[in-house]
């Protein structure tokens, strides 16, 4: 599974640096344009889905590079094998949620009642009342269901990284650092 | 009961956005609602559909092109053509450069790490106490939550719903009279104690400085004048900032290397992140608050309390800085306003702004302090100074900077009065 978290966090590193880039120049674009009179409509709802993308992307690479925000008052406070368990409960916390997040995502997309309806979004509607395929984006001109897939992903990649952390607590590895992989 | 899960995970340690979103699924759950479940993953994505939030990258990258560009030690020399031979010339220094950067860098972490670097060895061989020089870089990093742009600014005015820009503007007299109160404050340490006279320059090196230094302040110019003239959204100007910052790196100075772009660009997006996935969070956790009337019943107790908002202003005062002494300011700021911002507005009738501002350096406020302040064991990492040192050297600082606090509460005006 550190492989594969390993492998993972590569990926993620070069997704969210194409985003974090593709964020800017959306804007420039928009400055550019709106300064010259050229407003392009769907910029602003892409850069913002961009941004977006690019924050979930980096949630689940701060868990595998533990660079997240917490509070460590008591950890701080505890001897080194009560740190070790406390630890250990703190990344088993994180994995039932992200199971938790793939669980509240298959609800909401609901695949199976999608194939009964014959995958027809209209039907599939009309019978569950889920309006996840009919909801449009404003401007961009795709189904919102396709820029909300990022949720799942996240329930994915944040179950593999916190599968990760949790074998290193059990063996004791070192995790990846975040400026190494600045570095990479 | 969920206030005591919420307590229990934030102790144990666990990511504060998880906290947020944990504490809101037990909720749900708790409270039977499982209908809300369909729509948990949709809800935390819909948190951060906004455009405000766009500025928070771009200005991170603006500071990460500028750090690795060599700004500050430009600034740094930019700032020593008008000091000269003064008592106290580089602590001065320190403060002016700390000022204009904290209209770059919009991070007081960010910020603080960076000035240590840059001023901390400088101040220490002309002779000043280092931890007298620590303490300077860190009152002087207290002026980033206040003065445009400041990423507390962007992420307050997103959860208030209120202009970005007008609040960039409101930070404006708060963050002149910080630095103002800073300088008196050095002024009369100068007086009492004998600093260090500055080194004067010659005309040559003078001339040489300010040709150098120019072109720097075209960053928090085209970032404020923006904002300020009404042409530029701060999302806008953050993004132009990042071009000019670019520019001035790879083209004027040279110092930026395009190979060096990948890890500017991926250290912006992580921190950005970081930040982001809270707010996130809390618009799930705002579940739990507009379910339980959260504000409502704090109201209520407050009410019994006082009804007079100067009262109500020092109790938050205090009740902040606690707060930003255990959570991180960001995170302190996500969790705190969709509580008490209502009741400040609907209750005492307190200005959004005059409020945002006051939120805002109290919780960079509580970042100094001991026994946790984060602030503090940064500036200990960086310099090698025993927190307590650095706290004695700090505390004229700390004590000026709740004299602006309680200025700003009594006065609201000093706010407002910019804003059109």
Redesign the interface.
Same mark, same amino acid.
């Given at each position: 599974m550190r492989a594969i978290s390993a492998a993972l966090l590569r990926v993620e590193r070069v997704v969210l640096i194409a985003l974090t880039l593709a964020v800017t120049v959306l804007i420039l674009l928009n400055v550019v344009t709106r300064s010259t009179g050229m407003a392009l409509f769907w910029v602003d709802e892409a850069a913002i889905y961009t941004m977006i993308w690019a924050v979930f992307v980096g949630a689940s690479m701060q868990v595998r590079l533990r660079a997240a925000i917490s509070v460590d008052l008591v950890p701080m406070a505890l001897g080194d094998t009560a740190k070790r368990v406390l630890g250990f409960v703190v990344d088993l916390l994180v994995l039932s949620f992200a199971l938790t997040l793939i669980w509240l995502s298959f609800i909401w997309y609901d695949p199976i009642g999608l194939a009964q309806a014959g995958f027809d979004f209209g039907a599939f509607a009309g019978s569950t009342f889920n309006f996840i395929y009919d909801e449009p984006t404003v401007t961009v001109g795709i189904p919102k269901f396709l820029i909300w897939l990022i949720m799942p992903i996240l329930g994915l990649t944040l179950t593999v990284h916190s599968i990760a952390n949790l074998a290193d607590r059990l063996t004791g590895a070192a995790g990846p650092v975040l400026e190494d992989l600045v570095a990479s | 009961m969920v206030g005591a899960a919420f307590v229990v995970?934030?102790?144990?340690?666990?990511?504060?956005?998880?906290?947020l $979103?944990?504490t809101a699924?037990f909720y749900i759950v708790w409270s039977d609602q499982t209908l809300l479940?369909?729509?948990?993953?949709?809800q935390?994505?819909s948190g951060?559909?906004?455009?405000g939030?766009?500025a928070i990258?771009?200005f991170m990258?603006t500071g990460e092109l500028m750090n690795e560009g060599g700004i500050t030690k430009r600034l740094v020399s930019f700032a020593s053509v008008f000091m000269g031979r003064t008592r106290g010339g580089l602590a001065y220094i320190n403060l002016i450069v700390n000022t204009l950067v904290a209209s770059i860098m919009g991070s007081a972490a960010a910020q603080m790490a960076v000035m240590a670097r840059a001023m901390v060895p400088a101040m220490e061989r002309e002779g000043y106490p280092k931890p007298f020089a620590a303490a300077t870089t860190a009152a002087g990093s207290l002026l980033s939550p206040i003065i445009p742009p400041s990423m507390l600014f962007v992420i307050y005015g997103v959860l208030a719903q209120i202009a970005i820009g007008d609040l960039f503007i409101a930070g404006i007299v708060p963050g002149l009279m910080m630095a103002a109160a800073f300088l008196a404050t050095l002024a009369l340490i100068g007086t009492l104690r004998e600093l260090p006279m500055g080194s004067s320059l010659s005309l040559r090196e003078r001339l040489i400085a300010l040709r150098n230094g120019l072109p720097t302040l075209m960053i928090p110019f085209v970032i404020v004048g923006g904002i300020v003239a009404g042409v530029?959204t701060p999302?806008?100007s $953050?993004?132009?900032a990042?071009?000019a910052a670019a520019l001035l790196g790879f083209a004027v100075y040279r110092e930026l290397d395009w190979r060096r772009l990948?890890?500017i660009?991926?250290?912006?997006?992580?921190n950005?992140?970081?930040v982001?996935?809270?707010v996130?969070a809390a618009n799930l956790f705002g579940w739990v608050i507009v379910y339980e009337q959260v504000p409502q019943a704090l109201a209520a107790q407050l009410s019994a309390l006082t009804d007079s908002p100067l009262m109500f202003l020092l109790i938050v005062n205090l009740a902040l800085i606690l707060v930003g002494m255990?959570?991180?300011g960001?995170?302190a700021l996500i969790l705190i306003v969709p509580i008490l911002l209502p009741i400040a507005i609907n209750q005492y009738g307190i200005a959004p702004y005059q409020f945002g501002g006051i939120v805002c350096i109290n919780l960079v406020l509580g970042r100094l302090p001991p026994p946790?302040g984060a602030g503090l064991f940064v500036m200990t990492a960086m310099t090698g100074v025993r927190p307590g040192a650095i706290v004695r050297a700090l505390a004229p600082f700390l004590i000026a900077t709740v004299l602006v606090l309680l200025c700003l509460s009594v006065f609201p005006g000093l706010v407002t009065v910019l804003i059109r």
């Open positions: - | 995970l934030l102790l144990l340690g666990v990511p504060i956005a998880f906290v $979103a944990g699924l479940l369909q729509s948990f993953a949709q935390m994505f951060i559909e906004s455009y939030l766009l990258p771009l990258l530029a999302t806008e $953050a993004a132009v990042s071009v990948p890890a660009l991926m250290r912006t997006g992580l950005a992140s970081i982001i996935f809270i996130a255990v959570i991180d960001i995170a946790v």
